[in-house]
């Protein structure tokens, strides 16, 4: 069975697409609800305990599968493709402590949100690639990892489908960056899910979970059997990480999430 994981916060002042709280009572009810892991969704990577995370993490048992930058453009409004120098270059110092975080605790990082909203599409996407080339070289130095995660189109105008993200790939050509998915993008921008996952093949790192509405899976109507032979048909061995609307309330969304995606892998 792939190992499942679940969005948290555990920073005040972050409403992540998960749970949220203080650390130790995070992780106790993730491993209690029967999850394999939790992706952190971190907002200030200066001040983050590192340490505290990785004695929670052996002490539950829970693996941390990926770290999410997201709040660096949600709440502070820095971008990778921002047509601003200033602005890119503090968006990359940022990514260089989350790279610094996740080569800490072994988990690849993830660049969503913080690819930025460039209005000129084009002149964005070389921002953006100039501002990657330099968090490459920084996670080749020190042994980290990062995911490019397409978005939908109504919260970014660049890399909204995973053969965009591929081709980014490709196009920066380092070995310390892979592509991961969102089904809730991907309802949105692929032409079809199955398809676009097989022909990632070789690049899928990582999978966000969530229902067409960003509920939890089985509460909207994505077809999970069809994600998940997909992803059985590449070999997928990864995390599934939900991320989701944390409705009616983020317990009873993760435990809603864990069921069906038991369910359905079983
Ligand atoms: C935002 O919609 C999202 O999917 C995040 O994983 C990106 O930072
Ligand atoms: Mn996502």
Known sequence: MLPIAIVAAIEPGVNPLGLSGE???????????????V?????????????RVKRLSEEFGLSIPAVGTGPT???????????????????????????????????PVIIGSVKGKPKDRKFGIENLKGSLRICAKYAEKIGARILIEPLNRYESTIVNTLKEAVKLRNELGSERIGV????????????????SIVEADGYLEHMHIADSNRLAPGDGHL?????????DKIGYRSFLSAEILPLPNPREAAERTIRYIKMILS
């Open 73 to 107: 453009y949600t709440i502070y409004g820095l971008s990778l493709s921002s047509p601003e120098k200033k602005i890119r270059e503090k968006a990359i110092e940022r990514i260089k402590e989350y790279l610094e975080i996740g080569r800490r605790l072994n988990s």
């Open 39 to 51: 992706e952190l969704l971190i907002k200030d990577p200066s001040f983050f305990d590192i340490d």
């Open 23 to 37: 650390p130790e009572l995070v992780f106790r009810e993730v491993s209690r609800m029967g999850y394999d892991g």
């Open 223 to 231: 077809d999970f059997n069809q994600v998940m032979n997909a992803l």
């Open 180 to 195: 991961m998915a969102d089904t809730f993008h991907m309802n949105i921008e692929e032409r079809s899910i199955y398809d």
